[in-house]
């Protein structure tokens, strides 16, 4: 059996390999050092150098994202979380998180945990949650394995946020051969706290005692951080005990007693220990103020007995903070979480000098300098070279005439509507709780983006997740800015005001400089769109590394910079359904129709056709459409909107259509391709709809930016030039049981 005077010894550079280092890294610890680590040290160095904590192929330019506006209260990377100012002495924190890797191998667990850690970023702070959301990739939905990984997924997601109580309010779920091997799980949340009252993850004043508290220390998760930043291979099941196991009735406790205990000026700080566990909560609390601390593992409350210093360490068991008490008041903190039921244990001090000490059987096992660990500290910084892959060309050498329009249209919609990444997620999101706690005003009334009551405030929150990974496939800068674009757009068609974005970087290997190409170009994307709307990044998560061998092969996933947006509603009334409303009503087209049928479901699925630029997308056309959007809703106009996405027109009128069961009686328009016109998606156009009385007012006020009466919201028939496609309530009942019918289904 492994002691730990084995761990005491000098590592050599065949056991920093084999945790992850390159050799060049190996002799910069030594440099720091002074000596070669023992392998407790090397293991630390592992952890925190690993691309999941230190981002050091990403930082460089993650540092060109806009950050700043007048809103923010903290600035990406200061925190655990975004916080943003959303008036009347309230502030919002939120942030999203992948948890991609584990559930790879663990579906339930390794999404459950992810929701976990997700939640604790957010009332680490001093917030309490009010919001979930979730953006799902996975593969063929016909492979056994497809089918397993989600089932997994969305039960670990529904079971731990239903014990949690925090309501899921929105998400997107898409599938491609792409994540056959591996899945994305990427977990949103957003909680509100008073102004002025964040606790920080931070560490000072010499002499301060530093307590664990939460759940026992176990075996679980041990070197996760480091298993996040490789990748999935035929033997990573040997990696399982990366994967953690969460608990969510002791975080639901942890809950409760983080936020009484922030309630006091007890303590000095407060970190949640995810990747990298013990490891990374002492470093960067001590490296954001220059402090170190002295820590006994001995102390440490353990799950299983004979835990070694470096497993102490690494673990990465859920539902655990470091907090930093104030000198005197340990007792005050104490009481707290034993109402609670929960460990509260003195592990150590904080100390002068900036050196992270851990000692074990009075034995010091560790001494490294907690700058050396740190982003922004002595973390490596990497500039990696990129190019531009073959296909991209390929992909502007599409032409539109190279697709023969089908003759039977009402068999295209009908193949749309019954497409997994197109049909009803109904089977999932009843697998949420939806309506938990905070009141979930999209419900009843459902909107583009999922909106949230605030007690006792005319104001509410409104949230999105959205990327288009086959867009940014087909251009990484075009697309990438879409997606800001969407999230935008989601937010000004529920009556928000778009406030900031998080977001969830899911990339292949950033060694390949194709990959590398592809994230340099979501940034540049990002950055201008971000920039145009005025929603600075908040903080996220950089997640490389995912991709599959095949054929002796790295094939990595569609690049996937998942946007989380957050945005104000300025009054309830404001809040504007997605749905067709009275019989009789007006339907419109805000924004330009385009003869483009590029990177659509219709032409990816139905034609097949893999190989096309993303869609139409100017952003200046974007962003005056929105704000002309925005003051319709405002003066009262409108009576639903709902934008252009997915499945293009058609699906927009469908959706509009199926939750009075109102259908629409609407016109084409000659001078394009009718397949291009209902089912292409070219971007910044919204349908909707207007009581007859309003139609002077819309017109004059949507003259800028074009637009086109399409017809009335008529009957219960989809009817598109004289001839329908079907009832809504038939369309309906194929649309709401499709996945699950594909989920449910004997290959």
Same mark, same amino acid.
């Given at each position: 059996?492994e002691?730990?005077?084995n761990?005491?010894?000098?590592?050599s550079?065949?056991?920093?390999?084999?945790?992850?280092?390159?050799?060049?890294?190996?002799?910069?610890?030594k $440099?720091?050092?002074?000596?070669?680590?023992?392998?407790?040290?090397?293991s630390?160095?592992?952890?925190?150098?690993?691309?999941?904590?230190?981002y %050091?192929n990403?930082?460089k330019?993650?540092?060109?994202?806009?950050?700043?506006?007048?809103h923010?209260?903290?600035?990406?990377?200061e925190?655990?979380?975004?916080?943003?100012?959303?008036?009347?002495?309230l502030?919002?924190?939120?942030?999203?998180?992948?948890?991609n890797?584990?559930?790879a +191998?663990e579906?339930?667990?390794?999404?459950? !945990?992810?929701?976990?850690? &997700?939640?604790?970023?957010?009332?680490?702070?001093?917030?309490r949650p009010?919001a979930?959301?979730?953006?799902?990739?996975?593969?063929?939905?016909?492979?056994?394995?497809?089918?397993?990984?989600?089932?997994?997924?969305?039960?670990?997601?529904g079971?731990?946020?239903?014990?949690f109580?925090?309501?899921v309010?929105g998400?997107?779920?898409?599938?491609? $051969?792409?994540?056959?091997?591996?899945?994305?799980?990427?977990?949103?949340?957003?909680?509100?706290m008073?102004?002025?009252t964040m606790?920080s993850? !931070?560490?000072?004043g010499?002499?301060?005692?530093?307590?664990?508290?939460?759940s026992?220390?176990?075996?679980?998760?041990?070197?996760?951080?480091?298993?996040? #930043?490789k990748?999935?291979?035929?033997?990573?099941m040997e990696?399982?005990p990366?994967?953690?196991?969460?608990?969510?009735?002791?975080e639901?406790?942890?809950?409760?007693?983080?936020?009484?205990?922030a309630?006091t000026?007890? &303590? &000095?700080?407060?970190?949640?220990?995810?990747?990298?566990?013990?490891?990374?909560?002492?470093?960067?609390?001590?490296?954001k103020e220059?402090?170190?601390?002295?820590?006994?593992l001995d102390k440490?409350?353990?799950?299983?007995?004979?835990?070694l210093?470096?497993?102490i360490?690494?673990?990465e068991s859920?539902?655990?903070m470091?907090?930093v008490v104030?000198?005197?008041?340990?007792a005050?903190?104490?009481?707290?979480?034993?109402?609670w039921?929960l460990?509260?244990? $003195?592990?150590?001090? @904080?100390?002068e000098?900036?050196r992270?000490?851990?000692?074990?059987k009075g034995?010091?096992?560790?001494?490294?300098?907690?700058?050396?660990?740190?982003?922004?500290?002595?973390?490596p910084?990497?500039?990696?070279?990129?190019?531009e892959p073959?296909?991209?060309?390929?992909?502007?050498?599409?032409?539109?005439?190279?697709?023969?329009e089908p003759k039977?249209?009402?068999?295209?919609?009908k193949?749309?509507?019954?497409?997994?990444?197109?049909?009803?997620?109904?089977?999932?999101?009843?697998q949420y709780?939806?309506m938990?706690?905070? &009141?979930?005003?999209?419900?009843?009334?459902? !909107?583009?983006a999922?909106v949230?009551?605030?007690?006792?405030?005319?104001k509410a929150?409104?949230?999105?997740?959205?990327?288009n990974?086959?867009?940014?496939h087909?251009?990484?800068?075009?697309?990438?800015?879409?997606?800001?674009?969407?999230?935008?757009?989601n937010?000004?068609?529920?009556?928000?005001?778009p406030?900031?974005?998080?977001n969830?970087?899911?990339?292949?290997?950033?060694?390949?400089?194709?990959?590398?190409?592809?994230?340099?170009?979501?940034? %540049?994307?990002?950055?201008?769109a971000?920039?145009k709307?005025?929603?600075?990044? !908040?903080g996220g998560?950089?997640?490389?590394y995912?991709?599959?061998m095949?054929?002796?092969v790295? @094939?990595?996933?569609?690049?996937?910079?998942?946007?989380?947006m957050?945005?104000i509603?300025? #009054?309830?009334?404001?809040?504007t359904?997605?749905?067709?409303q009275?019989?009789?009503d007006?339907?419109?087209?805000?924004?330009e129709?385009?003869?483009?049928?590029n990177?659509? $479901?219709y032409?990816y699925?139905?034609?097949?056709?893999?190989?096309?630029?993303?869609?139409?997308?100017?952003?200046?056309?974007?962003?005056a459409?929105?704000?002309t959007?925005?003051?319709?809703?405002k003066?009262g106009?409108?009576?639903?909107?709902?934008?252009?996405?997915?499945?293009g027109l058609?699906?927009?009128?469908?959706?509009?259509?199926?939750?009075?069961?109102?259908?629409?009686?609407?016109s084409t328009?000659?001078?394009?391709?009718k397949?291009?016109?209902?089912?292409?998606?070219?971007?910044?156009?919204?349908?909707?709809?207007?009581h007859?009385?309003?139609?002077?007012?819309?017109?004059?006020?949507?003259?800028?930016?074009g637009?086109?009466?399409?017809?009335?919201?008529?009957?219960?028939?989809?009817?598109?030039?004289?001839?329908s496609?079907?009832t809504?309530?038939a369309?309906?009942?194929?649309?709401d049981?499709a +996945?699950?019918?594909y989920?449910?289904?004997?290959n």
């Open positions: 059996m002691t730990t005077a761990h005491l010894a000098e590592a550079l065949e056991t920093a390999m084999e945790l992850g280092l390159l050799k060049e890294e190996f002799e910069q610890i $440099e720091i050092l002074g000596r070669t680590p023992n392998f407790t040290e090397v630390i160095y592992s952890v925190m150098w690993s691309e999941h904590c230190s %050091k990403s930082i330019w993650l540092k060109t994202l806009p950050k700043e506006g007048p923010m209260l903290a600035e990406a990377g925190e655990n979380a975004g916080l943003v100012d959303i008036g009347d002495g502030a919002c924190a939120f942030k999203i998180e992948s948890h890797h584990p559930s +191998l579906p339930y667990q390794g999404a459950a !945990t992810g929701v976990g850690g &997700i939640n604790r970023d957010i009332f680490t702070m001093g917030a009010i979930q959301l979730n953006s799902l990739r996975f593969g063929n939905i016909e492979l056994d394995r497809t089918k397993w990984l989600v089932k997994g997924v969305v039960k670990g997601i079971d731990y946020g239903n014990s109580g925090i309501p309010v998400g997107e779920l898409f599938f491609d $051969e792409c994540y056959n091997t591996n899945p994305l799980v990427n977990a949103m949340s957003a909680g509100i008073k102004t002025g606790i993850a !931070t560490s000072y010499v002499g301060n005692p530093v307590f664990i508290v939460g026992s220390t176990g075996k679980d998760g041990i070197h996760g951080a480091a298993f996040a #930043s990748d999935i291979t035929e033997d990573s990696d399982l990366a994967v953690q196991v969460g608990d969510p009735f002791q639901k406790l942890l809950l409760e007693a983080s936020l009484e205990l309630e000026d007890a &303590i &000095i700080g407060m970190q949640d220990m995810g990747a990298a566990g013990i490891t990374c909560s002492t470093s960067e609390m001590s490296g220059g402090f170190g601390m002295i820590i006994d440490v409350p353990c799950r299983q007995e004979g835990m210093p470096f497993e360490l690494l673990s859920q539902e655990r470091l907090v104030k000198k005197g008041r340990e005050e903190v104490q009481a707290i979480f034993d109402k039921d460990n509260c244990v $003195e592990i150590g001090e @904080v100390t000098g900036g992270l000490e851990y000692f074990a034995i010091k096992v560790a001494d490294v300098p907690a700058e050396s660990l740190v982003l922004g500290g002595g973390a910084v990497y500039e990696r070279e990129y190019k073959a296909y991209y060309q390929k992909n502007k050498n599409f032409s539109i005439d190279s697709i023969e039977d249209l009402k068999a295209v919609a193949f749309l509507w019954n497409h997994p990444n197109i049909a009803s997620k109904k089977w999932v999101m009843e709780d939806s938990v706690g905070t &009141i979930n005003m999209s419900t009843n009334n459902p !909107t583009d999922g949230v009551s605030i007690k006792d405030m005319d929150l409104a949230f999105t997740v959205d990327c990974s086959r867009y940014v087909a251009d990484p800068e075009k697309g990438c800015a879409i997606a800001v674009a969407e999230a935008a757009r937010i000004v068609c529920s009556g928000g005001e406030s900031a974005i998080t969830c970087l899911n990339f292949g290997n950033p060694y390949n400089p194709e990959v590398y190409w592809q994230f340099v170009g979501a940034i %540049k994307g990002m950055s201008a971000c920039t709307f005025k929603t600075p990044v !908040t998560n950089v997640s490389f995912n991709q599959s095949q054929d002796g790295d @094939v990595p996933v569609f690049p996937t910079p998942t946007i989380g957050m945005g509603v300025p #009054s309830k009334e404001n809040v359904t997605l749905a067709f009275n019989e009789g007006l339907i419109y087209l805000l924004g129709a385009q003869n483009d049928i990177s659509s $479901e032409l699925a139905f034609h097949k056709e893999k190989n096309s630029p993303a869609p139409h997308f100017d952003l200046e056309t974007e962003f459409l929105q704000d959007l925005k003051g319709m809703i003066s106009i409108i009576a639903s909107a709902h934008d252009c996405a997915d499945g058609f699906m927009t009128l469908m959706e509009a259509s199926m939750p009075n069961n109102l259908g629409f009686d609407i328009d000659s001078n394009f391709r397949d291009a016109y209902l089912f292409g998606e070219a971007q910044s156009r919204v349908v909707v709809s207007i007859p009385s309003n139609k002077e007012a819309f017109e004059k006020a949507a003259n800028a930016n637009f086109t009466l399409l017809g009335t919201v008529k009957g219960v028939d989809m009817k598109i030039d004289g001839e496609f079907g809504v309530a369309a309906k009942s194929e649309f049981s +996945l699950e019918n989920l449910t289904s004997n």
